[in-house]
Antibody, heavy 117, light 107 residues
Framework: EVQLVESGGGLIQPGGSLRLSCAAS????????MTWVRQAPGKGLEWVSV???????YYADSVKGRFTISRDNSNNTLYLQMNSLRTEDTAVYFC???????????WGQGTLVTVSS | DIQMTQSPSSLSASVGDRVTITCRAS??????LNWYQQKPGKAPKLLIY???SLQSGVPSRFSGSGSGTDFTLTISSLQPEDFATYYC?????????FGQGTKLEIK
């Protein structure tokens, strides 16, 4: 059974850094696309970043240069390193897996990141 | 970057109604279009991929159509559990943008 469990969210001051983790089970994180999607309170879904099977990452313009997606195959874990955090980064962050092409068929429960002074 | 626009933003309907939600891409995306359903406090759920392919386990009252820039999600006969927010997403090129969502409410 595929499972994704995010952790690492919390309250952080503007300008700070945070690393989110997503522990995967039931598949290997290097087997296909892994994605981060976020949702600000009361707002819609925002695509944040993807890492392809070969390791190539892509980012939304809103986080480019500040966020880094990575994976640890030995721990079967996906990460999102978030630097220079802004109040507008406040959101629930979902880790997600695509078993096919790029449609997302498995999602974690989400972890809340609050950026506030 | 490709922009995705959904309409309407909200919709009131009754159980048993047929409902259609539209999604328009700012440029052609072939059939690289996905639909998700999200209920409050929950992660999204994949309903349709590749514009018209029904995800395993999703009821057949959900269907998708379209290609190029214009797409639709249709629910043939609304059930109580279908009241939720629906999002389209393009998977043609990064960034894989979502539409702004359509909130389906009970009339």
């Amino acid at each position: 059974e595929v499972q994704l469990v995010e952790s690492g969210g919390g309250l952080i001051q503007p300008g700070g850094s945070l690393r989110l983790s997503c522990a995967a089970s039931g598949f290997t994180v290097s087997s296909n696309y892994m994605t981060w999607v976020r949702q600000a309170p009361g707002k819609g879904l925002e695509w944040v970043s993807v890492i392809y099977r070969g390791g190539t990452p892509y980012y939304a313009d809103s986080v480019k240069g500040r966020f880094t997606i990575s994976r640890d195959n030995s721990n079967n874990t996906l990460y999102l390193q978030m630097n220079s955090l802004r109040t507008e980064d406040t959101a629930v962050y979902f880790c997600a897996y695509s078993s096919g092409y790029a449609s997302i068929d498995y999602w974690g429960q989400g972890t809340l990141v609050t950026v506030s002074s | 970057d490709i922009q995705m626009t959904q309409s309407p933003s909200s919709l009131s309907a009754s159980v048993g109604d047929r409902v259609t939600i539209t999604c328009r891409a700012s440029q052609s995306i072939s059939t690289y279009l996905n639909w998700y359903q999200q209920k409050p406090g929950k992660a999204p759920k994949l309903l349709i991929y590749d514009a018209s392919s029904l995800q395993s386990g999703v009821p057949s009252r959900f269907s998708g159509s379209g290609s190029g820039t214009d797409f639709t999600l249709t629910i043939s006969s609304l059930q109580p559990e279908d009241f939720a927010t629906y999002y389209c997403q393009q998977s043609y090129s990064t960034p894989y943008a979502f539409g702004q969502g359509t909130k389906l409410e009970i009339k």
